[in-house]
């Protein structure tokens, strides 16, 4: 019989939620799972002697004991016996040097997010971005590309989080009626790789800003898909996108107010012929908003980052498609909160 007994547990393990976190993103910006991953199994005085760290040993095993206990490290023995190797999660998506990577989003978190979801109750007070356009700086796009390292770590940030998203994508979707699709805001084109990965009659285009499609192009080469995926330079609110039969935004709508995302939806139309599809894949919320926690996280997420932008429920998207002219719509899900969200010319 289920208790209705008031408990303190959930209130304590959310509030107290930036402990495991912290310690999982120092870990991938420390590249402890890429460094484990080259040496094999190593003890906890090789590993504070490899990364010079300087707090007691005793730290060190709570640090590293940590991650065991959540499964991100395995463990055999303990204390000054003890053999630290990567859990079987974290030895294929926290590897740095393996393409099934996906920390570019924990280092990005780790670097920007985290200290600035501290001010989340000024960005709830002020409607104004907590990021580094705060002190009267650049805001999100202009900082990043500003500097080629942030933009580098933001694009493969983008590529980490929907990874997952892109490779069910490119095995759910029906394109047998399709042969063309640009990913419009493409960043490292990881989503038209997965695409022609996965269907070879697919020519796909990843359009973006010029620097970074330097990006996109190393990604195409390394994964030797040339000849079903290209680059196409532009500016997707300046420049008609180039025209396919599939036009897909993933992450890009949240990032901006209504009045900007029914302006892409615009363009995605533009470039469709009758019968296309245009595809957004994000963090759909549930129409009640119960349920989809991480979507309406990500919705505050952007309240941080731009002051405006905000995540949105199928029934939002359902009525901007109409607005625009798309003749249908559907919800397709994807891996954990994700899902495609589908209008039809």
């Known amino acids: 019989m289920q208790s209705n007994q008031p408990s303190p547990e959930q209130i304590m393990q959310i509030g107290l939620g930036f402990w495991p976190s912290k310690a999982l993103l120092a870990a991938v910006n420390l590249k402890l799972f890429t460094h484990l991953a080259e040496k094999g199994k190593c003890s906890g005085a090789q590993i504070k002697k490899d990364f010079s760290f300087q707090c007691t ?53 780790n670097n920007r997010l985290y200290p600035f979801w501290g001010d989340l109750e000024d960005g709830l007070a002020t409607g104004r971005p907590q990021n580094e356009a705060k002190h009267g700086g650049e805001n999100l796009f202009g900082v990043l590309y500003e500097s080629p390292e942030r933009l580098r770590e933001f694009v493969h940030a983008m590529s980490g989080i929907q990874m997952g998203n892109f490779m069910m ?87 901006w107010d209504e009045e900007k995302k029914i302006a892409l939806m615009k363009k995605a139309y533009e470039a469709l012929p009758d019968g296309g599809a245009f595809v957004a894949i994000e963090n759909v919320i549930d129409d009640d908003r119960r349920k989809n926690a991480f979507g309406l996280m990500m919705s505050l997420n952007m309240l941080i980052e731009t002051g405006v932008g905000f995540d949105y429920t199928f029934n939002d998207f359902k009525r901007w498609a109409k607005e625009v002219g798309f003749k249908s719509t559907s919800l397709m899900p994807l891996t954990g909160p994700s899902s495609a969200a589908i209008a039809i010319k």
């Open 57 to 109: 040993d005793r730290h060190v095993y709570d640090f590293l004991d940590t991650l065991t206990s959540f499964g991100f490290l395995q463990r055999e023995g303990v204390w000054d016996t003890a053999l630290y190797s990567n859990g079987n999660d974290a030895d294929v998506f926290l590897d740095k040097k393996k393409p099934s990577y996906i920390g570019g989003i924990l280092e990005m978190a």
């Open 169 to 255: 994508f490119g095995e759910k979707f029906d394109f047998s009626k399709y042969k063309t699709l640009t990913d419009a805001g493409g960043a490292g084109a990881m989503l038209s790789i997965m695409v022609a990965k996965h269907q070879p009659h697919m020519q796909c285009t990843s359009f973006d800003l010029p620097a970074v499609n330097v990006v996109a192009k190393e990604n195409i080469t390394k994964f030797k898909i040339n000849k079903q995926v290209r680059t196409f330079d532009g500016d997707f609110f300046n420049d008609a996108l180039p025209s396919a039969d599939v036009v897909v935004m993933g992450n890009i709508l949240h990032d």
